[in-house]
């Protein structure tokens, strides 16, 4: 099943005083359950955009984007909110945790945007999830108590709490050194491949890219596929 | 319905968690706020206990609403015939059926104590009174219906002439000996009750039935001394009715009173308790003080909103984040407010338990009640709720501009940057 579409997508912005610029230009991609799509770019390229675009944080200014067969403009504002946090789980390069929450806390926190069975047994839930990462241990530990690699992995914890079916990793590896990335990479490998997830990894390390099965390069806006080196 | 209720829990546990996290900045933040509300809902209860005060003092001066006075003179504006006032009274009394009638007489009585001969302030009156204007009793008790059967008259004496008396025993029937300047009908009466003295009264005074005092006097006079029961004393006629027809009633006893008395005697009833006027004495003061505790309490809420806005654009990376997890703009609106909700309301109870603590100490009470007030209320809910009330509006007004900054927040810019 074709989770995202995109076709002919465009994304211009108008800075003040200024010509309108084009940071996405003409992006056709489609990412299927059980994907595995790297996207390879220097910084500029529109890596930000794009993801903004996947993650359902913005909407094209021209072409088709879709999400699970639906246009995303048909959504409103509230229920692409929805759809992002059921649907999309973020990893990001800084893990972007919550200060002064433990690590309990921090994967509790998108399930309190959940309802029903996810919302009610949170701490089960996310107690259940950081064991799966191997952190059962260190459920009450703050992040600064935590290494960068336990903190990724709380924050992979995170990313997978309400079960999504596509995992935007951002960088997930760029704050991490060479072993500690690999095996966070691993990790992410082997839940979005238990849980069926589709995984789209944006960076600039090639070695995480060739992780991947499909390779694109994004260059001042334009999405090309890429043959893996 | 199951969105809503988790969506608010969801809320108030995010909003919860970040005032935890941020404890001490929050709690200095709030300080002024828990002071302000204590102020203002002091303001509002100590406003009710005074009026009660108030009312209380006023009841037992000028009687419960509606008291109602009635006078009567002759046409050449001397005195009437007081048996045939007193025998149209009793009959007015009883066709409309009214409960609550009182003579008053002020008099004289000289009393034998242990300090010699006294003139004691004596008030006679009829048993109704100790309701009509809610006698306090602090020994023994108020008049009843029985003894005003007895041939020894009964009395209730004021704290001071007990003290003088060396605090007898109430329940060993104490006695006094009244006429002590040598009248003929000297006779002993009995101490039934005590009554609290007002601070400023130190003379001994009491209480008398009216109709044991003119049976006292007329002995004391001599057989066929004095026609005038109450030996010259003015005699007052009190009637309490309901508040809701008292003018109609008030008609009909001066009509019925004036063709009794009979001779172009013109009776006056009169409304005389203070609840008439509808003024309260203190809502000056109370909206003063009330006013400067709403300006400290504004006050409080601008520290809350500079406090809450520079916090904010710290935690943009956070808000960022969240969103990115799927919180909706209205949700991180809504979770952003309620921390400034909760934390005021939070600091609202305490302001309106420390207004609780003051406002019930013995000393307030000692210091507002001047030991005169009966019922002394208890806290009013009224100026709880009020605290609590204030508190949550000035946390929403507070949370609403730093809730704007943080739905305006550009997630993807939040998170990267």
């Given at each position: ?229 | ?31 002024g706020v828990a002071v302000a509300v204590a102020s203002l809902t002091t303001v509002v209860a100590l406003g009710g206990i005074l009026q009660q005060t108030t009312a209380e003092q006023s009841e037992r001066q000028s009687g419960r609403p ?44 000289a009393v034998d104590s242990p300090n010699g001969v006294l003139s004691v302030g004596t008030q006679a009156v009829d048993q109704p009174y100790g309701e009509m204007h809610r006698v306090r009793i602090s020994e023994g008790s108020w008049f ?274």
């Amino acid at each position: 099943m074709t989770l995202l579409h995109l076709a002919s997508v465009t994304r211009t912005v108008l800075p003040p005083d200024q010509p309108a610029l084009t940071i996405l230009n003409g992006v056709d991609l489609d990412v299927e359950e059980d994907d595995r799509i790297s996207v390879v770019g220097r910084s500029g390229s529109g890596k930000s955009t794009l993801l903004n675009l996947l993650g359902l944080l913005d909407t094209p200014t021209s072409g088709v984007l879709e999400f699970a067969g639906k246009p995303v403009k048909q959504y409103s504002s509230r229920e692409r909110d929805r759809v992002r946090g059921r649907e999309i789980g973020f990893v990001f390069q800084q893990f972007n945790l919550l200060p002064g929450r433990t690590a309990l806390e921090n994967v509790i926190m998108p399930l309190l945007y959940a309802e029903g069975r996810q919302f009610w047994r949170r701490r089960a839930i996310a107690a259940e999830m950081l064991e799966e990462v191997g952190l059962g241990h260190r459920l009450e530990s703050l992040p600064d108590r935590l290494s960068g690699g336990e903190q990724q992995r709380v924050a992979i914890a995170r990313s997978l709490v309400r079960g999504p079916r596509l995992i935007l990793a951002d960088e997930p590896t760029g704050a991490l050194d060479l072993d500690t990335g690999q095996s966070v990479m691993e990790l992410i490998d082997e839940v979005a491949t238990r849980t069926r997830a589709a995984l789209v990894v944006i960076t600039h390390d090639p070695a995480i890219a060739e992780r991947s099965r499909d390779h694109y390069r994004l260059d001042h806006g334009v999405l090309t596929r890429a043959e893996a080196s | 319905m199951t969105r809503l209720l988790t969506g608010l829990l969801g809320a108030v546990l995010e909003a919860w968690q970040e005032l935890r996290i941020h404890r001490t900045r929050v709690l200095l933040s709030l300080i002024g706020v828990a002071v302000a509300v204590a102020s203002l809902t002091t303001v509002v209860a100590l406003g009710g206990i005074l009026q009660q005060t108030t009312a209380e003092q006023s009841e037992r001066q000028s009687g419960r609403p509606a008291t109602l006075y009635v006078s009567a003179y002759g046409a050449d504006g001397g005195q009437v015939d007081a048996e045939a006032l007193q025998s149209a009274w009793v009959e007015t009394v009883a066709r409309y059926g009214i409960d609550y009638a009182s003579r008053v007489v002020n008099a004289g009585v000289a009393v034998d104590s242990p300090n010699g001969v006294l003139s004691v302030g004596t008030q006679a009156v009829d048993q109704p009174y100790g309701e009509m204007h809610r006698v306090r009793i602090s020994e023994g008790s108020w008049f009843t219906p029985v003894d005003a059967e007895q041939l020894a008259p009964r009395v209730i004496v004021n704290s001071v002439f007990w003290e003088r008396l060396g605090r007898p025993a109430l329940d060993g029937h104490p006695l006094l000996s009244l006429g002590g300047h040598g009248g003929t009908g000297a006779t002993t009466a009995v101490i039934v009750g005590v009554y609290p003295s007002a601070e400023w009264e130190t003379e001994p005074a009491m209480f008398m039935l009216a109709d044991q005092l003119a049976a006292f006097q007329q002995a004391d006079a001599g057989a066929g001394a004095a026609v005038d029961p109450f030996a010259g004393s003015s005699v007052q006629y009190e009637l309490w009715v309901p508040t809701g027809d008292w003018e109609a009633l008030a008609a009909a006893v001066k009509r019925d009173l004036a063709a009794a008395v009979g001779d172009g005697a013109t009776v006056d009833v009169m409304r005389q308790d203070a609840a008439q006027y509808g003024d309260d004495p203190f809502l000056v003061t109370q909206m003063i003080v009330g006013g400067i505790a709403l300006l400290v309490l504004l006050l409080g809420a601008l520290g809350l909103v500079n406090i809450a806005l520079v916090t904010v654009k710290q935690r943009v990376r956070e808000i960022g984040i969240r969103r990115s997890f799927g919180a909706t703009a209205g949700r991180v609106f809504f979770a952003v407010m309620m921390e400034s909700v909760v934390a005021t309301v939070a600091a609202g109870a305490v302001g309106v338990a420390a207004a609780i603590l003051v406002v019930q100490s013995p000393m307030v009470h000692d210091l507002v009640g001047q030991g005169l007030v009966t019922d002394f209320p208890p806290f009013p809910v009224d100026a709880a709720v009020l605290g609590l009330v204030a508190a949550s509006a000035v946390g929403a007004l507070a949370g609403i501009l730093p809730a704007l900054v943080a739905v305006r927040v550009k997630v993807i810019d939040a998170i990267r940057y």
